[in-house]
């Protein structure tokens, strides 16, 4: 089976600017869950959908959005990109969604100039 | 909402000692706690996990153990080999449904040979 796939894997946008971050799920996993990794903090929560379904959330303004397709491909958005935008966006993908294990991408890197 | 702490944020040994990594949180209704590694420039990977309803667990030379009274769990790493260098993180369910985690900072681990 093929593995979660993320594209693009590098990005570099202006301040202002929006992006469009895709993610394709491992095949038969209905949960894709988001994260923003930066070196200050860590592994932070963005959001989590199962079957088109926005199903948790994390505490990033609401510049930040995603969705889910029927086929469980995920895309996240970023609207008037900040400066402090700037990381590696990682995509996760688990079976049935619930308390189990994840599966993650490769990410994307964001550079905001 | 749920909280984790991680602690130590940096941690070297030398090889053949052992590495003990602890997390607290904060939510008495976790029920699931994962340990990943992200080896650097990688994705981070599921090594452990343990459900509440045990207190120990182990995998060769990896452990995990919780204590649900002190809402703390420890990673356990024995015989330490230097492919065992990378950074681990703990983490915790946001909430009871699906699988958003909130994740520790993260320990970065050096094994010395």
């Known amino acids: 089976k093929a593995g979660v796939t993320q594209t693009p894997r590098y990005l570099i946008k202006t301040r202002g600017q929006q992006v469009t971050l895709s993610c394709s799920p491992i095949s038969g996993h209905r949960s894709v869950s988001w994260y923003q990794q930066t070196p200050g903090q860590g592994l932070q929560f963005l959001f989590e959908y199962f079957s088109e379904t926005q199903r948790n959330k994390g505490n990033f303004p609401g510049r930040f959005s995603g969705r889910q397709f029927s086929n469980s491909r995920s895309e996240m958005n970023v609207s008037t990109l900040e400066l402090g935008d700037s990381a590696l966006y990682l995509c996760?993908?688990?079976?049935?969604?619930?308390?189990?294990?994840?599966?993650f991408g490769s990410g994307t890197q964001l550079s905001v100039l | 909402g749920e909280n984790v702490e991680q602690h130590p944020s940096t941690l070297s040994v030398q090889e053949g000692d052992s590495a003990v990594i602890k997390c607290t949180y904060s939510d008495s209704a976790s029920n699931y706690f994962p340990w990943y590694k992200q080896e650097l420039g990688k994705r981070p990977q599921l090594i452990i996990d343990i459900r509440s309803n045990v207190g120990e667990k182990k995998d060769q030379r990896i452990a995990v153990t919780l204590n649900k009274t002190a809402k703390h769990f420890s990673l356990h790493i024995t015989e330490t080999q230097p492919e065992d260098s990378a950074v681990y993180f703990c983490a915790a369910p946001l909430t009871q449904a699906g699988t958003a985690l909130i994740f520790g900072k993260g320990t970065t681990l050096s094994v010395s040979s």
């Open positions: 996760a993908s688990s079976p049935m969604g619930q308390n189990e294990k994840l599966f």
